[in-house]
T-cell receptor, first 114, second 113 residues
């Protein structure tokens, strides 16, 4: 039972445009949602997070939006840069699971073309 | 000055063998994790240790045994390796009270032949 889903396996965007990565979840008890970025042959690195009591969090070019009623979150990258090309994982914390347990989506491959 | 390091980076072995993967973090964190990324690219937690004590143990076969000699190390021992154990294994660490930002190692690609 996959509680966090990223239904788009890949996304291709032109440099300078907006990238929108989407994530859906089923467990309404999750406390935090996070985005991780992963380059090939490296481990995931934390990008940005949002508490379940907020609907938006911004950090530079990255903004995460949370729609609790729809159980949906999205990551916006503006403007997109070629160095943003990576796999992006959505993850969730809490929800009655063990402390510190991150539940990951399956990832979306973002390619930003120059 | 790698924050979370894993050895080896690649491990190729025969079915039935016993192998270990080592993980060390120099961030001063008190919580460490092992994740498995399978062929479908899902990242799933296996274990978590806080101050050398097991706090998360997902439904992992008991052929997998984590060992934490101190809070900077969490090693993963795997006995009687099976084909389905082939995956990339990631170690991670975080500070208790802030599980949001888990720092991951580079991963160990295990191939069982």
């Amino acid at each position: 039972d996959q509680q966090v889903k990223q239904n788009s396996p890949s996304l291709s965007v032109q440099e300078g445009r907006i990238s929108i990565l989407n994530c859906d979840y089923t467990n309404s008890m999750f406390d935090y949602f996070l985005w991780y970025k992963k380059y090939p042959a490296e481990g995931p690195t934390f990008l940005i997070s949002i508490s379940s009591i907020k609907d938006k969090n911004e950090d530079g070019r990255f903004t995460v939006f949370l729609n609790k009623s729809a159980k949906h979150l999205s990551l916006h990258i503006v403007p997109s840069q070629p160095g943003d090309s990576a796999v992006y994982f959505c993850a969730a914390l809490g929800g009655g699971t063990s402390y510190g347990k991150l539940t990951f989506g399956q990832g979306t491959i973002l390619t930003v073309h120059p | 000055d790698t924050a979370v390091s894993q050895t080896p980076k690649y491990l190729v072995t025969q079915m039935g063998n016993d192998k270990s993967i080592k993980c060390e973090q120099n961030l001063g964190h008190d919580t460490m994790y092992w994740y498995k990324q399978d062929s479908k690219k899902f990242l799933k937690i296996m274990f978590s240790y806080n101050n050398k004590e097991l706090i998360i143990n997902e439904t992992v076969p008991n052929r997998f045994s984590p060992k934490s000699p101190d809070k900077a190390h969490l090693n993963l021992h795997i006995n009687s390796l099976e084909l389905g154990d082939s995956a990339v294994y990631f170690c991670a660490s975080s500070q208790q009270g802030d599980p949001n930002e888990q720092f991951f190692g580079p991963g160990t690609r295990l191939t069982v032949l």
